[in-house]
Antibody
Framework: EVQLLESGGGWGQRGGSLRLSCAAS????????MGWVRRAPGKGLEWVSSISGSGDTTYYADSVQGRFTIARDNSKNTLSLLMNNVRVDDTAVYYC??????????????WGQGTLVTVAS | DIQMTQSPSSVSASVGDRVTITCRAS??????LGWYQQKPGRAPKSLIYDTRHLQSGVPSRFSGSGSGTDYTLTITSLQPDDFATYYC?????????FGGGTKVDIK
């Protein structure tokens, strides 16, 4: 069974840093692109970032470009999201998602249970 | 960026009703459209990818159709488990974008 387990959420100060992790199991991790999607309180879903199976290609939403860094360790089956210079509007539940193939993006299945990030002003 | 516009934003329906949700893209997305279901406090669940392909385990009362810029999610014979919020999402190009969501609640 495919499982995605996020960790690292919590409180952060505006301008500070947070690091999210996602532990993956139940599939050959390096064969699939991975990503992060978030949902802010009272808002809809927003794609944040994606990374290819090998880790050599990354994509970011404009809202996080230059502040967030997605990375993966295929030897440890882990995905991470380093969030720098966080803003109050980064407050959201962050979901780790598995994609369809190594280099095809946007067919997210499954989703992790999510981790809440709250940025205080 | 491709804008995804869902309608309606909410719908009240009864068990057994047929529900249709539409999603319009701001440009041709070549059937690269998925649908997700989210219940309060839960992670989203993928229902359909590439317009019409059901994910494994998704009941056959869910179906998707469309092409070009216009897409539809249909739930035939709404069940109690189907009351949730539904989102469409295009996978044609970055940035990947979602519709604003459609909340299906009990009439």
């Amino acid at each position: 069974e495919v499982q995605l387990l996020e960790s690292g959420g919590g409180w952060g100060q505006r301008g500070g840093s947070l690091r999210l992790s996602c532990a993956a199991s139940g599939f050959t991790f390096s064969n699939y692109a991975m990503g992060w999607v978030r949902r802010a309180p009272g808002k809809g879903l927003e794609w944040v970032s994606s990374i290819s199976g090998s880790g050599d290609t990354t994509y970011y939403a404009d809202s996080v470009q230059g502040r967030f860094t997605i990375a993966r360790d295929n030897s440890k089956n882990t995905l991470s999201l380093l969030m720098n210079n966080v803003r109050v509007d980064d407050t959201a539940v962050y979901y780790c998602v598995k994609d369809h193939t190594a280099k095809e993006y946007g067919r997210f299945d499954p989703w992790g249970q999510g981790t809440l990030v709250t940025v205080a002003s | 960026d491709i804008q995804m516009t869902q309608s309606p934003s909410s719908v009240s329906a009864s068990v057994g009703d047929r529900v249709t949700i539409t999603c319009r893209a701001s440009q041709n997305i070549a059937s690269l459209l998925g649908w997700y279901q989210q219940k309060p406090g839960r992670a989203p669940k993928s229902l359909i990818y590439d317009t019409r392909h059901l994910q494994s385990g998704v009941p056959s009362r869910f179906s998707g159709s469309g092409s070009g810029t216009d897409y539809t999610l249909t739930i035939t014979s709404l069940q109690p488990d189907d009351f949730a919020t539904y989102y469409c999402q295009q996978s044609h190009s970055f940035p990947l974008t979602f519709g604003g969501g459609t909340k299906v609640d009990i009439k």
